[in-house]
Structure formats: structure tokens, C-alpha cells
């Protein structure tokens, strides 16, 4: 009867030590959630729609999701409103 709790309590204090060696300090957890905020950010900076605005060799104005051939000058335009411009179609 006694090694049976002599088992629980081993048992009892390995995974006490296991979780005390895997838990992660506050400041790294803290660090690792802004690397995280920061990646987030940038990856959704980079996914934003973009068109491209250029004007072919007929002199006609394009735009297009895809940039014109190289050489040629384009600017770009964001398909998504900034904050605080109201878009509203039904408008004259």
C-alpha cells in the first residue's frame, strides 16, 4: 500500500518538475507575443489589394492586379479605402 503512494507521489512530482522546466517566463512569453503582433502586421501590410496603374504603348491608361512589363512606369493604388474616407456608390 505504501509503494503505491510512494508511486503516486513520484509521479505527482515528476510532472510538477516537467511543467515547472516547460513553462515559459512572463517576459519571453511577452516578447514572443509581440514578435508575433509584429510578423502578423507585416505579412498583412504585404497582402493588401494593390492595382497598377500605366499607360501602355498606345497611350491608353491601364489598370491591372498584375504589374506592367519591366521598364515601364506604373503607380499603385490601394483597392481599400483609408480610415475615414466614407465610399458610397448610390452617390451623384
Same mark, same amino acid.
Given at each position: 500500500?505504501?509503494?503505491?503512494? &510512494?508511486?503516486? =507521489?513520484?509521479? @505527482? ?9 516547460? +513553462?515559459?517566463?512572463? *517576459? #519571453? ?6 514578435? &508575433?503582433?509584429? =510578423?502578423?502586421? @507585416? ?9 497598377? +496603374?500605366?499607360?501602355? *504603348? #498606345? ?34
Amino acid at each position: 500500500m505504501q509503494t503505491r503512494w &510512494a508511486v503516486v =507521489a513520484g509521479l @505527482a512530482a515528476g510532472i510538477a518538475v516537467a511543467w515547472w522546466f516547460a +513553462r515559459e517566463a512572463p *517576459a #519571453a512569453a511577452e516578447a514572443r507575443r509581440q514578435r &508575433a503582433e509584429q =510578423a502578423a502586421s @507585416a505579412n498583412a501590410e504585404d497582402a493588401r489589394p494593390v492595382l497598377y +496603374r500605366w499607360t501602355d *504603348a #498606345a497611350g491608353v491608361l491601364q489598370v491591372t492586379q498584375e504589374p506592367p512589363p519591366r521598364g515601364r512606369r506604373y503607380e499603385t493604388v490601394d483597392i481599400q479605402p483609408r480610415d475615414g474616407i466614407e465610399v458610397d456608390g448610390g452617390r451623384q
